[in-house]
């Protein structure tokens, strides 16, 4: 029985892979930020913070990285299968030192484009909660997530000795002098255990909160979006380990690394919508199942109310007076915020009052968010968001 001849054509061209991921997904990053500002800014007219403004570094890096991963595979031909010599090895062109030069780029993109993303999440944290613990928890995480970015960007970029070896000669070649494949695998586990603590650092906190069990869920699982970045960086991971088997066997380093290249443009793009999402809840307020269909049984009611009374002059009157009175409600409350008044009413007061646990000297109103009841010590919030992740009236 003949042996398989050698695969010289090779599989399917993947690199549309490429084309597709780094169109999607960047765009995905800049409408989750461009919504975070317009919400931020133009619905609750609150100023811009560090947290904020730390998702444009990001989004950058992230857009830059999906470019790098353009140039890897259109000028260094990352997914395509190369043609072998007699000895099986692939043939070296004018677009390896290229193919080379991109994954060094996207290597140091990755690593500032998350570390600089869990910085923005870590402040945005910071700004929300508050607690002796918490407040020990992300300091911990500033300094860890500080000294693997700078640790991982520091090793990648002098990865081999002289930095051009990188690109001048192919992995195994005699007299090239670089760090083994264990560091981007060593990089991406430790990246996996951060991530996972950046996840569920939030829920202490949260579980403290004086909510119900509903709104405590429903806080969770905003937070808890991030999920999907940690399922992306372990996909990752995994595709560290199994590629240099793969590299080994088919000596295809161009075609072998594409799947572990493509999955760092959905990480860094997906962070950052992920840093977004959980400030994103005010472009939807007033949006649910329920207010949609209780919309549409409205519109029927006065539909059918219209067809059997043809000549409800009285009904059309009433709710003349009672859309004047609803009009003239809005204006006051426009002039009122206009002014610089609160939105709030203080008839709500002696309630809260009424509560055992709660002092009227203790009750702030946030502008825009809601009024919080408790001091921010016993709660775990800060002054800034107190209500804006749960239901907001």
């Excluded at 904020?52 to 395509?80: E, R």
């Excluded at 690109?167 to 981007?184: D, E, M």
């Excluded at 009122?336 to 055992?356: F, T, V």
């Amino acid at each position: 029985m003949s042996e398989p001849a050698p695969r010289d054509a090779g599989p399917t061209d993947t690199r549309k892979t490429t084309l597709a991921l780094g169109i999607v997904f960047p765009l995905l990053a800049i409408v989750a930020v461009a919504a975070r500002f317009y919400a931020r800014k133009h619905i609750k007219r609150m100023a811009l913070k560090y947290d904020d403004w730390m998702l444009i570094p990001a989004l950058i890096l992230s857009i830059g990285n999906a470019i790098s991963m353009f140039c890897a595979a259109y000028l260094g031909d990352m997914g395509v299968w190369k043609p072998t010599d007699a000895q099986g090895r692939p043939m070296l062109d004018n677009k390896f030192p290229a193919f080379y030069k991109c994954i060094f780029a996207n290597k140091l993109l990755t690593t500032v484009a998350i570390a600089v993303t869990r910085y923005a999440i870590l402040l945005f944290y910071n700004r929300i909660f508050r607690g002796k613990f918490f407040n020990w928890s992300v300091w911990t995480l500033y300094i860890i997530n500080g000294a693997w970015g700078i640790a991982y960007t520091v090793l990648f970029i002098f990865n081999c000795k002289p930095i051009s070896d990188g690109w001048k000669s192919p992995a195994g070649s005699k007299g090239r002098r670089c760090l083994p494949l264990t560091t981007a695998q060593s990089s991406a586990v430790s990246s996996v255990i951060i991530d996972f603590f950046m996840l569920v650092i939030p829920w202490v906190p949260i579980m403290r909160l004086n909510m119900t069990k509903r709104e405590k869920a429903a806080v969770i699982g905003i937070f808890g979006l991030g999920f999907i970045v940690l399922v992306v960086a372990i996909g990752k991971t995994v595709e560290f380990y199994t590629v240099s088997a793969r590299v080994l066997r088919t000596k295809q380093a161009q075609y072998e690394m594409a799947p572990t290249m493509y999955w760092t443009i959905p990480e860094t793009c997906i962070a950052v919508v992920g840093a977004c999402l959980p400030t994103l809840r005010p472009l939807f307020r007033g949006w649910s199942p329920e207010s949609v269909i209780g919309s549409i049984r409205s519109a029927l009611s006065l539909s059918s109310n219209g067809s059997q009374r043809p000549h409800g002059l009285s009904s059309s009157k009433g709710q003349s007076h009672l859309g004047s009175q609803s009009a003239g409600e809005s204006i006051r409350g426009l002039r009122n915020s206009q002014e610089g008044r609160s939105d709030y009413e203080l008839e709500s007061l002696p309630k809260l009052e009424a509560q055992k646990d709660i002092r009227v000297d203790e009750i702030r109103v946030d502008r825009g968010f809601g009024v919080e009841s408790a001091p921010a010590g016993k709660r775990g919030l800060s002054r800034d968001d107190p209500s804006t992740l749960a239901d907001e009236p």
